[in-house]
């Protein structure tokens, strides 16, 4: 295999690897928001549903988890599914596994806001969704900001995980490569290519907490 | 007809019963002034006063609105909705200011106007650059709050409570959070807001300002008003003892 086609193999891996990144953000991030609020209910039993959701998620390998999504619906139903499935069961695995994390960040970053802010607003008038939506989730999203970049940075690495369900990215295909050509470069390149995703996504990132030092 | 009106009020936390009885009312232009020693009920009052804290017992009323009623011994609130309304009756403005880091002053002071009061932007921007003149801010509109000393956010904290256009307003001890060589500013922007006849109901520490400033001091301790009147009467010639230790104390100073 001349090093052209591996590149390509690689690069057409990397696309995959993007698109689990980018829909697993899609979902996971408003999801974690949905998740961190059953979280805080008042209401006993979603908050203790929520709290079991999160310490399973977080407490089995993501590993574990998308072979359970893949393979659950057969072996418990017996229902078959089209094989366009193994994608999409990729996604809804990462994404119920980053919810649950993203959710502890929220939780943690509203539960971090001065019980005041609630009070002027309140005493200002504005109604509780307008209080969320206006005054606290805005300084929420600048103290997590920096948390919701770790997670981001092990979800691009975690895409690797998708080899489980034989998804052709970048993982994958290195491995596939390596294994044929009898040789490290496609690791290498792999890691390589790894590492500049995550330099560009850190580096946006940054843009993102710089765009908000104006206050504190 | 009283502007705010506040009676039998009773609030307790768990055990500890931190109202016990209040009645207070205050008519249209009047300053009412509360001293009291720390634990006293002070700040539950007012935290009672603004719908921060819900009664027990008694009843809550804003220029004849009666937004709380007392039936049978516990205070029954109208429902969220329609209690919505009555958050504009009142401004409030906090000790340690409250103000939304992430608004610039100008924003601190029009969003409000923009979100509940469905001013224009025009309008809003408007009253906003008048309080802030009136504040002696003019120039820091664009500054965001941790740009500012406390008593320059005290003062945009005022604005904004001022710009909503409540029929009172009501003051947790507005210089409790600012160093002494500060409070002087907030103490004369009150002093300001007195002569032009708003109605304010201040919660203080400072002994002195309260007696300036007042048409009626009430010195409450552990929960009930032990004595009110007129500030010379209460302050100079106290006639109960737990009246006169309190303010024998700050002689003492």
């Known amino acids: 295999m001349s090093f052209a086609t591996m590149l390509k193999e690689l690069l057409t891996g990397l696309a995959t690897s993007f698109g689990i990144f980018a829909l697993t953000l899609l979902f996971s991030l408003p999801l974690g928001l949905v998740v961190a609020f059953g979280r805080m209910s008042k209401n006993k039993i979603i908050s203790a549903i929520t709290q079991v959701y999160i310490s399973i998620m977080r407490g089995t390998p993501l590993m574990l988890q998308l072979l359970v999504v893949f393979y659950g619906p057969y072996y418990m139903f017996g229902i078959s599914l089209h094989p366009t499935y193994r994608f999409i069961s990729v996604i809804i695995g990462f994404s119920l596994n980053y919810a649950a994390y993203f959710a502890e960040i929220y939780r943690g970053g509203i539960e971090s806001i001065p019980k005041g802010q609630y009070e002027a607003a309140q005493v200002l008038c504005y109604t509780k969704s307008q209080c969320f939506g206006k005054i606290i989730l805005p300084q929420v999203i600048k103290r997590i900001t920096p948390a919701v970049t770790n997670e981001v940075i092990t979800l691009i690495k975690d895409t690797s995980l998708a080899f489980t369900l034989s998804i052709p990215e970048m993982f994958t295909n290195a491995k596939a490569i390596a294994a044929a050509e009898k040789s490290m470069v496609a690791f290498v390149a792999a890691g390589i290519f790894y590492y500049i995703f995550n330099l560009v996504v850190a580096t946006v990132m940054r843009k993102i907490e710089k765009s908000m030092e104006y206050y504190n | ?253």
């Not at chain 2, 947790?172 to 109605?199: C, H, Y």
């Not at chain 2, 109901?201 to 552990?222: G, K, L, P, Q, Y």
Request: hydrophobic share 40%; charged share 30%.
């Open chain 2, 1 to 253: 007809m009283s502007v705010f009106e506040i009676k039998n009020a009773r609030k307790s936390f768990g055990d500890l019963e931190v109202l016990k009885d209040i009645s207070v009312s205050v008519e249209k232009g009047e300053i009412v002034s509360i001293i009291g020693p720390s634990g006293s009920g002070k700040s539950t009052f007012l935290r009672c006063a603004t719908m921060l804290e819900r009664l027990d017992g008694g009843t809550l009323t804003y220029s004849g609105h009666t937004v709380a009623e007392d039936k049978d011994g516990k205070a029954v609130y109208l429902k969220n909705n329609e209690l919505r309304k009555y958050y504009s009756e009142f401004g409030l403005v906090f000790q340690n200011f409250n103000l939304f880091p992430h608004y610039n002053v100008m924003k601190n002071i029009t969003d409000p106007l923009l979100t509940s009061k469905k001013a224009t932007p025009k309008e809003a921007e408007e009253i906003g650059k008048k309080l802030l003149e009136k504040m002696g801010l003019s120039d820091k509109a664009d500054y965001y709050p941790c740009q500012l000393s406390g008593g320059q956010q005290q003062r945009v904290s005022i604005a904004r409570a001022l710009a909503m256009n409540s029929n009172i307003l009501f003051f947790d001890e507005p210089t409790s959070a600012l160093d002494p060589e500060l409070t002087g500013d907030i103490l004369r922007v009150i002093k300001s807001l007195a002569a032009e006849k708003m109605t304010m109901v201040i919660v203080t520490h400072e002994i002195e300002f309260a007696r300036s400033v007042s048409d009626r001091v009430i010195f409450m301790s552990d929960g009930v008003i032990v004595e009110e009147g007129a500030p010379d009467d209460v302050i100079l010639n106290p006639k109960n003892e737990r009246t006169k230790a309190f303010l024998k104390k700050f002689e003492e100073i």
